[in-house]
């Protein structure tokens, strides 16, 4: 079955190996909990149009185990592995006000209240204390902690912007000495 655009998708995971011998793949799951990978059906393989329907699934120690629909040997599991999971956007739960799927911030340009451009969103990670936005600009790298009202003061999507309270300044404290 052909499923939709890349665009139209949103990543959640990816399967990163084979378990057993009826076929099951091992899931690493982006979403939180874990487990609410499960919830969101068809899957969708990254660059492909390939969609995969889970038949059951259950944790296993401490992974997460699925067997698809038809895929029912170790040998077929094995091509799917190292494949990314989306699901088609429209599948997903509008988030509420104030809230953001990850996969939106991404490519966002950085501003700061001066109206520097910091750069783009390259990518979003968790730290335990709170999740920190990766902005790749003419600086390099930055590290900038996704904290709303401190840092990140606003996000528009329809604009394409992230505005945050961070000072050029620091961006230049940060890279000095790296030359």
Known sequence: MAGPDADDTVALGRINGVWGTRGWIKIFSDTDPPEAIFEYQPWVLNDSDQTLQVAEWRRQGRRLVARVEGVDSPESALLLVGKGLSVPRASLPAPGPDQYYWADLIG?????????????????????????????????????????????????LAAGTLTVDWPADWLADEHAGQD
């Open 108 to 156: 966002l340009q950085v501003v700061n209240l001066e109206g520097h451009i910091h750069g783009k969103v390259l990518r979003l990670f968790e730290t335990g204390a709170h999740d920190v936005l990766e902005i790749e600009g003419d600086h390099g790298a930055v590290l900038i902690p996704f904290i709303p009202e401190i840092f990140v003061k606003s996000v528009d």
